[in-house]
């Protein structure tokens, strides 16, 4: 058994044949496959992954509450871009937005539970259909601000859910879509005045693969360190932001900033 020691910031995802994991804590970075012992202790200590103070509750994946409120990668518009406030005056710090929201955004289609619509920066599309589970993805527009992804978003979601059902990605085996002929109908439906962003051009669907055991059933038991504490098994799947174990599942994006002490066999 390997042993490690840090605050667990997040999954890295690397795509391949198969999409393979790495579990990031701290600096240190975990390879983690099927197969494997793995052994979780959490410390009871938390700290907030942008500011590192230590306390008791962490919000919004890792912050602490005065981060939670004063960053802009915090506020409501994160999760609902098309009420982004910036040409009101009033975003959190102008220089992050600038960075991060006035870059172009894709909209796009994915499969994970079921179809959904999403948005993301321009070049992080591999990145972000991978942490959401996605067995296959295409793109719709590319648009110039992330406001405007997020209108376009809420406008196809009339039609399209832009919500994923965790336990039915992880169950996978997701209906048979054909996605190019779904984007051809979302498309169709859209205004015209969305033309000079709509990627037209019909490339094939991006396939993702997950790895997991063969025949593998995931019990769809939410793990979480505040209740166990001690996490105990063998790695049988890993997809989206889950690691699967026989007893259960455990979303380590939600535990961002928990320090623990990590064993894990070769594989």
């Not at 009420?83 to 289609?109: K, M, S």
């Not at 110039?144 to 336990?167: C, F, Q, S, Y």
């Not at 961002?256 to 594989?267: N, Q």
Request: net charge negative; hydrophobic share 35%; with cysteine.
């Amino acid at each position: 058994m390997t042993e490690h020691h840090g605050l667990i910031q997040g999954l890295i995802h690397t795509f391949g044949e198969t999409v393979s994991y790495e579990l990031q804590l701290d600096s240190t970075v975990v390879p983690l496959r099927v197969g494997q012992e793995l052994s979780i202790h959490f410390t009871s200590r938390k700290e907030c992954i942008h500011c590192g103070r230590r306390v008791k509750k962490l919000y919004q994946n890792g912050y602490c509450f005065p981060c939670m409120r004063s960053l802009a990668e915090c506020d409501l518009c994160i999760v609902k871009p098309h009420e982004c406030h910036f040409h009101n005056g009033t975003c959190r710090d102008e220089d992050w937005g600038q960075a991060h929201c006035f870059i172009p955004h894709y909209v796009y289609l994915a499969v994970s539970s079921d179809i959904k619509v999403g948005l993301t920066r321009k070049g992080r599309e591999l990145t972000r259909w991978m942490e959401q589970g996605a067995e296959q993805a295409v793109l719709l527009a590319e648009v110039p601000t992330r406001k405007l992804a997020g209108e376009l978003e809420m406008e196809i979601a009339k039609h399209v859910p832009d919500k994923t059902n965790w336990r039915k990605m992880l169950i996978g085996g997701s209906p048979q879509i054909d996605l190019l002929e779904k984007k051809r109908e979302v498309l169709e439906r859209l205004d015209t005045a969305w033309e000079p962003y709509l990627l037209r051009e019909h490339e094939q669907p991006r396939q993702f693969s997950f790895p997991q055991d063969d025949l593998f059933e995931p019990k769809l038991t939410s793990l979480s360190l505040d209740k166990q504490g001690d996490i105990v098994g063998r790695i049988r799947g890993l997809k989206g932001q889950y690691v699967l174990l026989d007893e259960g599942v455990l979303n380590l994006k939600k535990h961002a900033g928990y320090d623990i002490e990590l064993s894990v066999s070769a594989g």
